[in-house]
Protein backbone atom coordinates (compact mmCIF):
# COMPACT_ATOMS: atom_id res chain seq x y z
CA UNK A 1 0.00 0.00 0.00
CA UNK A 2 2.31 2.06 1.06
CA UNK A 3 4.51 1.70 -2.52
CA UNK A 4 1.53 2.36 -4.63
CA UNK A 5 1.08 5.86 -2.83
CA UNK A 6 4.49 6.34 -2.85
CA UNK A 7 4.49 5.46 -6.66
CA UNK A 8 1.19 7.98 -7.20
CA UNK A 9 3.05 10.97 -5.03
CA UNK A 10 6.37 10.40 -7.25
CA UNK A 11 4.00 10.62 -10.21
CA UNK A 12 2.41 13.51 -8.99
CA UNK A 13 5.64 15.18 -8.48
CA UNK A 14 7.16 14.55 -11.81
CA UNK A 15 4.24 15.56 -13.48
CA UNK A 16 4.44 18.93 -11.46
CA UNK A 17 8.41 19.19 -12.36
CA UNK A 18 7.72 18.42 -16.17
CA UNK A 19 4.70 21.01 -16.38
CA UNK A 20 6.83 23.28 -14.55
CA UNK A 21 9.95 22.90 -16.71
CA UNK A 22 7.88 23.32 -19.79
CA UNK A 23 5.57 26.23 -18.99
CA UNK A 24 8.53 28.26 -17.69
CA UNK A 25 11.03 27.59 -20.56
CA UNK A 26 11.64 30.87 -23.42
CA UNK A 27 11.37 28.27 -26.11
CA UNK A 28 8.06 27.78 -27.52
CA UNK A 29 7.23 23.41 -26.96
CA UNK A 30 4.43 22.02 -28.97
CA UNK A 31 3.17 18.23 -29.49
CA UNK A 32 0.73 17.20 -32.40
CA UNK A 33 -0.32 13.80 -33.42
CA UNK A 34 0.17 12.02 -36.70
CA UNK A 35 -2.90 13.84 -38.23
CA UNK A 36 -0.95 17.26 -37.16
CA UNK A 37 -3.54 18.09 -34.02
CA UNK A 38 -2.03 19.62 -31.18
CA UNK A 39 -1.65 18.43 -27.94
CA UNK A 40 0.39 20.26 -25.62
CA UNK A 41 1.04 24.41 -26.12
CA UNK A 42 3.49 25.82 -23.27
CA UNK A 43 3.24 29.15 -22.11
CA UNK A 44 6.35 30.30 -24.64
CA UNK A 45 3.99 29.43 -27.47
CA UNK A 46 1.11 31.49 -26.21
CA UNK A 47 3.40 34.58 -26.13
CA UNK A 48 5.18 33.35 -29.46
CA UNK A 49 1.60 32.92 -31.39
CA UNK A 50 -0.78 34.49 -29.67
CA UNK A 51 -3.37 31.85 -29.13
CA UNK A 52 -4.19 30.27 -25.47
CA UNK A 53 -3.22 27.26 -24.80
CA UNK A 54 -6.91 26.13 -24.84
CA UNK A 55 -7.41 27.68 -28.55
CA UNK A 56 -4.33 25.84 -29.88
CA UNK A 57 -5.38 22.61 -28.19
CA UNK A 58 -6.89 20.29 -30.66
CA UNK A 59 -6.62 22.33 -33.57
CA UNK A 60 -4.34 21.56 -36.52
CA UNK A 61 -0.55 22.89 -36.27
CA UNK A 62 -1.02 25.41 -39.23
CA UNK A 63 -3.10 27.44 -37.64
CA UNK A 64 0.23 28.87 -36.82
CA UNK A 65 1.37 28.81 -39.87
CA UNK A 66 1.05 31.30 -42.94
CA UNK A 67 -1.76 29.76 -45.26
CA UNK A 68 0.41 28.52 -48.31
CA UNK A 69 1.88 26.13 -45.79
CA UNK A 70 -0.93 24.19 -44.81
CA UNK A 71 -1.27 21.87 -47.75
CA UNK A 72 2.35 20.95 -47.80
CA UNK A 73 2.62 20.72 -43.81
CA UNK A 74 0.30 17.74 -44.08
CA UNK A 75 2.07 15.80 -46.70
CA UNK A 76 5.28 16.45 -44.93
CA UNK A 77 3.69 14.16 -42.22
CA UNK A 78 1.94 11.70 -44.57
CA UNK A 79 5.38 11.55 -46.70
CA UNK A 80 7.10 10.42 -43.43
CA UNK A 81 4.86 8.21 -42.11
CA UNK A 82 4.79 6.42 -45.43
CA UNK A 83 8.71 6.30 -45.77
CA UNK A 84 10.32 6.74 -42.59
CA UNK A 85 12.74 9.51 -44.19
CA UNK A 86 13.13 12.25 -41.75
CA UNK A 87 13.64 15.38 -43.81
CA UNK A 88 13.02 17.91 -40.97
CA UNK A 89 12.65 15.26 -37.78
CA UNK A 90 16.00 15.74 -35.55
CA UNK A 91 17.23 18.64 -38.13
CA UNK A 92 16.72 22.12 -36.65
CA UNK A 93 15.71 24.88 -39.63
CA UNK A 94 14.29 28.39 -40.03
CA UNK A 95 10.66 28.06 -40.77
CA UNK A 96 8.07 30.83 -40.80
CA UNK A 97 5.28 30.77 -38.25
CA UNK A 98 2.19 33.03 -38.30
CA UNK A 99 0.42 34.82 -35.25
CA UNK A 100 -3.24 34.64 -34.50
CA UNK A 101 -3.13 38.41 -35.88
CA UNK A 102 -1.89 36.21 -38.81
CA UNK A 103 1.59 38.55 -38.55
CA UNK A 104 4.19 36.10 -39.95
CA UNK A 105 7.57 35.87 -38.26
CA UNK A 106 10.74 34.29 -38.77
CA UNK A 107 11.52 31.40 -36.15
CA UNK A 108 13.50 28.18 -35.63
CA UNK A 109 11.69 24.91 -35.41
CA UNK A 110 13.65 21.45 -34.38
CA UNK A 111 11.34 18.57 -34.37
CA UNK A 112 11.43 15.45 -32.64
CA UNK A 113 9.29 12.54 -32.80
CA UNK A 114 7.50 10.07 -29.83
CA UNK A 115 6.61 6.58 -30.80
CA UNK A 116 4.42 5.21 -28.42
CA UNK A 117 1.81 2.02 -29.41
CA UNK A 118 2.50 2.61 -32.50
CA UNK A 119 0.91 5.82 -32.66
CA UNK A 120 3.50 8.76 -33.75
CA UNK A 121 3.52 11.80 -31.92
CA UNK A 122 6.20 15.12 -33.23
CA UNK A 123 7.31 17.34 -30.40
CA UNK A 124 8.43 20.88 -31.57
CA UNK A 125 10.56 23.44 -30.62
CA UNK A 126 10.90 26.92 -31.57
CA UNK A 127 12.33 30.00 -31.25
CA UNK A 128 11.70 33.18 -32.29
CA UNK A 129 14.33 34.87 -34.54
CA UNK A 130 12.89 37.61 -35.67
CA UNK A 131 15.59 40.18 -33.49
CA UNK A 132 18.18 37.84 -34.74
CA UNK A 133 17.22 38.29 -38.46
CA UNK A 134 16.98 42.62 -37.82
CA UNK A 135 20.83 42.16 -36.38
CA UNK A 136 22.07 40.17 -39.12
CA UNK A 137 20.12 42.68 -41.82
CA UNK A 138 21.94 45.44 -39.73
CA UNK A 139 25.03 43.62 -40.11
CA UNK A 140 24.95 43.23 -43.71
CA UNK A 141 23.65 47.16 -44.49
CA UNK A 142 26.96 48.50 -42.46
CA UNK A 143 29.44 46.14 -44.05
CA UNK A 144 27.86 46.96 -47.61
CA UNK A 145 28.94 50.74 -46.42
CA UNK A 146 31.69 49.93 -45.68
CA UNK A 147 32.57 48.38 -48.85
CA UNK A 148 30.92 51.30 -50.60
CA UNK A 149 33.27 53.74 -48.53
CA UNK A 150 36.54 51.50 -49.31
CA UNK A 151 35.96 51.69 -52.99
CA UNK A 152 35.55 55.54 -53.02
CA UNK A 153 38.88 55.70 -50.21
CA UNK A 154 40.34 54.04 -53.28
CA UNK A 155 39.14 55.74 -56.28
CA UNK A 156 40.32 58.88 -53.79
CA UNK A 157 43.47 57.68 -53.61
CA UNK A 158 44.12 56.71 -57.16
CA UNK A 159 43.20 60.31 -58.40
CA UNK A 160 45.19 61.76 -55.18
CA UNK A 161 48.57 59.58 -56.50
CA UNK A 162 48.16 60.11 -60.13
CA UNK A 163 47.64 64.10 -59.28
CA UNK A 164 50.76 64.26 -57.31
CA UNK A 165 52.39 61.99 -59.78
CA UNK A 166 51.97 64.32 -62.18
CA UNK A 167 53.86 68.01 -61.08
CA UNK A 168 56.89 65.04 -60.60
CA UNK A 169 56.91 63.84 -63.39
CA UNK A 170 57.13 67.54 -65.71
CA UNK A 171 60.05 68.07 -62.55
CA UNK A 172 61.79 65.20 -63.81
CA UNK A 173 61.55 65.95 -67.59
CA UNK A 174 62.46 69.94 -67.15
CA UNK A 175 65.24 68.43 -64.92
CA UNK A 176 66.34 65.70 -67.98
CA UNK A 177 66.37 69.09 -70.62
CA UNK A 178 68.44 71.05 -68.03
CA UNK A 179 70.79 68.02 -67.72
CA UNK A 180 71.10 67.70 -71.33
CA UNK A 181 71.66 71.06 -72.37
Known amino acids: MKDSIKRIASYTFKDKQL ?3 LDNTVDGIIVINSRGLILSYNKACEKLFGY ?12 LMPTD ?4 HDGFINNYLNTHQAKIIGIGREVVGCKKDKT ?3 MWLSIGEVVEENDHFFVGILRDITEQKRAEAAVRKYTEALEH ?11 ISHDLKEPVRGMHGYAQFILED
Open 149 to 159: SNRELDDFVYI
Open 104 to 106: EFP
Open 19 to 21: HSV
Open 52 to 63: TAEEAIGQNVYI
Open 69 to 72: YHSR
